[in-house]
């Protein structure tokens, strides 16, 4: 089994910075992409950004030029720092990581439970 946990969110100022953390956990033998969605008040649940494990990565547009994707293949640890943050960022951020848990196995993709984002003076 593969537990995936996010941390960092809270409340910041517009303008302000957060930087959230992912770890995953368990049964790993791979992490192929990972990513961080967002589920903002009242709107369906939207990628924020994706990293492969080569480390290329891919922005929303509303992201592109204020937050980076970045990961730590030996930590299992994927990160989202997020800065100019404003009040249309709040919302619940999500993590997920495509995991192989064997050589030649299929990979599946877990989710964290999410973590607050509020953006407010």
């Known amino acids: 089994q593969v537990q995936v946990v996010e941390s960092g969110g809270g409340l910041v100022q517009p303008g302000g910075s957060l930087r959230l953390s992912c770890k995953a956990s368990?049964?790993?033998?791979?992490?192929?992409?990972m990513a961080w969605y967002r589920q903002t008040p009242g709107q369906k649940r939207d990628m924020v950004a994706y990293?492969?494990?080569?480390?290329?990565?891919y922005y929303a547009p509303f992201a592109k030029g204020r937050f980076t994707i970045s990961r730590d293949n030996a930590k299992n640890t994927e990160y989202l720092q997020m800065n100019s943050l404003k009040p249309e960022d709040t919302g619940v951020y999500y993590c997920n990581a495509d995991v192989a848990g064997t050589p030649h196995g299929p990979s599946h993709t877990y989710w964290g439970q999410g973590t607050q984002v509020t953006v407010s003076s």
């Open positions: 990293i492969t494990s080569d480390g290329l990565s």
């Open positions: 368990g049964s790993i033998f791979s992490i192929y992409d």
